[in-house]
């Protein structure tokens, strides 16, 4: 039986109405709280809310920046931007994305390799995120990905921009060439702050020659538009008047001429070889060319592994940069270095030998390449005919120290500040090089008499690229220290031209090297006559040059193998020629080497020839070169106008 309060008992009624009040306050208390929580949220937080809101109902999409353009030193285009057809895929929006993308396999060309590349990056990233399935598309494959849009679920066909090079491999060593971002890439520290921009789908950069190097200057600087999205994140609107728009790369401008690289390939073409023309006044690299080279268009697309493959095995090493890369015995071009350290050691220039084809020194014989020899020659007319036997005997009397220090007053063993990746500084040997590359074989490095005289002559340990040969001829020509760029300017900053002050070498000495060199193009018995310009009112002035390669035994000859040709193509000596022009007054040098050429006199002269008939035809030092800005202020006239 439940127990009942006595309301006639008032000390129990006193403790029921103490509880009422106790819990009646503490309610209330309560409620007072939540409504000053309300009105905080309506009235104090009202904005901070609606801030929230709003960054949760809009977005800011990233607006790619064009890639600076580059061009040749009067305004010729060697890298810009064009059209680009391509297909993005939703993952959300498709659905089941691994059959979208089947579908779209059917309408676009997509590889296997693409196909798998794909699927790894939608599911690395956010469902909303576009990913480009295929880009550079022809027209016809764009109109049918319109035309069966209505059953591609997630396919959003869009133009874009993709970097272009007209002159196709002709400047690939020269531009380089762009390519999709990687992991690397977006781990850099330089790019802690463009990781948005660099996960734009398809965006490239720069991945070899001043693509890369000027990365920074070319990239631009992105835009920005506010979209309107829903919960998903997928954008459900555009804001239209919130564009912040992008700011192109600065362009680029070279010292290059675009319509002498051309006539270089073209000389070049079917060889592998390299040619450098240098302005004797300036410094300006006018031509910088390697044969075979690849396309840099190829790598805008994504170059396939197989072709990839076939480019890295290729024996004649499309992908290396020879101008700046390859490294060459300079053979007898070298002998203008060893004739200057001669009479820098006291030999004058009437010094005369008797060559009969062989020199005898130490314990053993010192070959001439001329069998019957050349009689009895003096400095100049060693250069002309290239006379061995003269130079082992100067070798005698000059220290390998000299000579060392003479080529490097003439621009050999050092790298150059081009801003294009992969230059090689070749080998000028010394005592102390001797000493540092046998740093741990003490026993090797003692320097020998016998090993002077093959340095003399341009083999034993010396190495040189194209490039540093040019720059050797562009010094004898001039008498300074001229120092070879490749860009004049970038966005509205022209570039200083390198100082070029004299070389600490006698005028004198240079004089009877240049006329040596004269004497090889334009007089009879001169081992490049046949190099001499058609055109007689100019003189080419040069020095021919073959570096060994292999040496035949003994056992070959007695097999009746006696002549370079009869080598496989690998074993055969490189062709050189070095030389400026116009000899009384020289503007211009230039070297070409021919990989496994056999002879200078037979292959390289008479493309330095060529080559060199294109530049002085042309003459591009009479013709003033575009300026910085002036592309932007043309482009600004017509719009105007």
């Not at 498709?94 to 939608?122: Q, W, Y």
């Not at 399935?133 to 049918?144: A, I, M, R, T």
């Not at 401008?253 to 300036?282: H, N, P, R, W, Y």
């Not at 053993?364 to 020659?377: D, Q, S």
Request: proline share 6%.
């Amino acid at each position: 039986m439940s127990a009942r309060v006595n309301s006639n008992d008032p000390e129990k009624i006193e403790v029921i109405s103490r509880r009422a009040a106790i819990f009646g306050g503490g309610f209330g208390l309560l409620l007072a709280g939540i409504a000053v929580r309300l009105g905080q949220l309506q009235i104090v937080d009202h904005q901070k809310y609606m801030r929230l809101a709003q960054e949760n109902q809009f977005n800011t999409r990233i607006i790619a920046p064009l890639r600076g353009e580059i061009v040749d030193r009067f305004g010729k285009t060697l890298a810009s931007n064009r059209q680009n057809f391509r297909v993005l895929l939703i993952p959300d929006e498709a659905g089941d994305f691994e059959e979208a993308l089947v579908r779209l396999r059917k309408v676009v060309p997509v590889s296997d390799d693409k196909h798998a590349k794909i699927l790894r990056e939608i599911r690395r990233t956010q469902g909303y995120a576009p990913v480009e399935v295929v880009n550079n598309l022809e027209w016809n494959d764009f109109s049918k990905v319109n035309y069966e849009l209505p059953h591609l679920p997630g396919a959003h066909p869009e133009v874009s921009e993709t970097r272009d090079y007209p002159l196709g491999n002709a400047t690939a060593f020269v531009i380089g060439y762009v390519g999709a971002v990687t992991d690397r890439d977006l781990a850099a520290p330089e790019n802690d702050d463009q990781q948005v921009l660099l996960r734009q789908p398809g965006f490239k950069v720069g991945r070899d020659g001043l693509e890369r190097t000027y990365e920074k200057e070319l990239r631009g600087v992105a835009g920005t538009m506010d979209v309107k999205v829903n919960a998903h994140g997928r954008v459900i609107e555009e804001i239209e008047d919130s564009v912040t728009p992008p700011v192109q790369g600065a362009t680029l401008g070279l010292t290059i001429d675009a319509d002498l690289q051309l006539a270089a390939m073209k000389a070049l073409e079917g060889e592998s070889a390299s040619a450098v023309v240098i302005d004797v006044e300036t410094g300006d690299i006018l031509v910088l060319a390697s044969t075979p080279a690849f396309d840099p268009n190829i790598f805008t697309k994504g170059i396939p592994s197989d072709l990839w493959k076939e480019l890295n095995e290729s024996p004649y090493k499309p992908l290396l940069n020879k101008p700046l890369g390859g490294i060459y015995p300079p053979g007898s071009t070298f002998k203008m270095v060893s004739a200057i350290a001669a009479m820098r050691s006291g030999i004058p220039p009437s010094f005369r030998v008797r060559c009969n084809g062989k020199f005898w020194y130490g314990n053993r014989f010192f070959h001439c390449w001329r069998k019957e020899g050349h009689g009895t020659v003096d400095m100049r007319n060693a250069i002309k005919h290239s006379c061995d036997t003269f130079f082992y005997s100067c070798a005698t009397q000059v220290d390998v120290d000299v000579i060392a220090d003479t080529a490097r007053k003439l621009g050999l063993g050092e790298t150059y500040e081009l801003g294009v990746p992969g230059q090689h500084s070749g080998v000028v040997p010394d005592r102390a090089w001797k000493k540092k590359f046998y740093a741990g074989t003490p026993e090797n490095q003692i320097w020998f008499p016998g090993e002077t005289l093959s340095v003399a002559i341009g083999q034993g340990s010396v190495s040189a690229t194209p490039l540093q040969l040019a720059v050797m001829a562009a010094r004898i020509a001039s008498g300074r220290a001229v120092r070879p760029r490749i860009v004049r300017f970038r966005g509205d900053l022209e570039l200083p031209t390198p100082t070029a002050p004299r070389i600490d070498i006698a005028e004198e000495h240079l004089t009877l090297v240049r006329e040596g060199m004269n004497a090889v193009v334009n007089e009879p018995g001169g081992t490049a006559v046949r190099s001499a310009f058609d055109n007689k009112e100019w003189k080419l002035a040069g020095k021919t040059g073959t570096s060994q390669v292999y040496r035949i035994t003994a056992e070959e000859r007695a097999r009746g193998l006696t002549k370079p040709e009869d080598l496989p193509w690998a074993r055969r000596d490189h062709a050189l020629f070095v030389c400026f022009a116009p000899y009384e007054s020289p503007r211009y040098a230039c070297a070409v080497v021919v990989e496994h050429g056999i002879g200078g006199a037979r292959i390289a002269g008479p493309k330095a020839k060529e080559i060199m008939t294109a530049v002085m035809t042309k003459d591009p030092a009479r013709l003033k070169p575009l300026s910085p800005g002036a592309l932007a202020r043309t482009a600004d006239a017509s719009v105007g106008g």
